[in-house]
């Protein structure tokens, strides 16, 4: 069973920092790329940032210059942060990983069940 568990999520002030972590655990064979999504009331799940094994890593044009994406392979996890957060930041966050269970196993898309971001004064 593989499963990914997002921390760090709350209420911050606009201008604000939050830091988002996700680790992944289970039955892993390798996980290529991760990375972070977010879906606010109403709308469809949007990409933040994507990081790949090596490190290429990969922002929507909304979030570029304030949020960074990082990576500890040894210990399955990514992190976000974000800064000078916005109102139009708020959403529900979820992690995202790539992953093969077996080394014969065709890579396959997983979910982590999303951790509220709410940015308000």
């Known amino acids: 069973q593989v499963q990914l568990m997002e921390s760090g999520g709350g209420l911050v002030q606009p201008g604000g920092s939050l830091r988002l972590s996700c680790v992944a655990s289970g039955s892993i064979f390798r996980i290529s790329d991760m990375g972070w999504y977010r879906q606010a009331p109403g709308k469809q799940r949007d990409l933040i940032a994507t990081?790949?094994?090596?490190?290429?890593?990969n922002y929507a044009d909304s979030v570029k210059g304030r949020f960074t994406i990082s990576r500890d392979n040894a210990k399955s996890t990514i992190d976000l942060q974000m800064s000078s957060l916005k109102s139009d930041d708020t959403a529900v966050y979820y992690c995202?990983?790539?992953?093969?269970?077996?080394?014969?196993?065709?890579?396959?898309?997983?979910w982590g069940q999303g951790t509220q971001v709410t940015v308000s004064s």
């Open positions: 990081i790949t094994y090596g490190g290429s890593t």
């Open positions: 995202n990983a790539i992953l093969q269970k077996r080394s014969w196993s065709t890579p396959a898309v997983y």
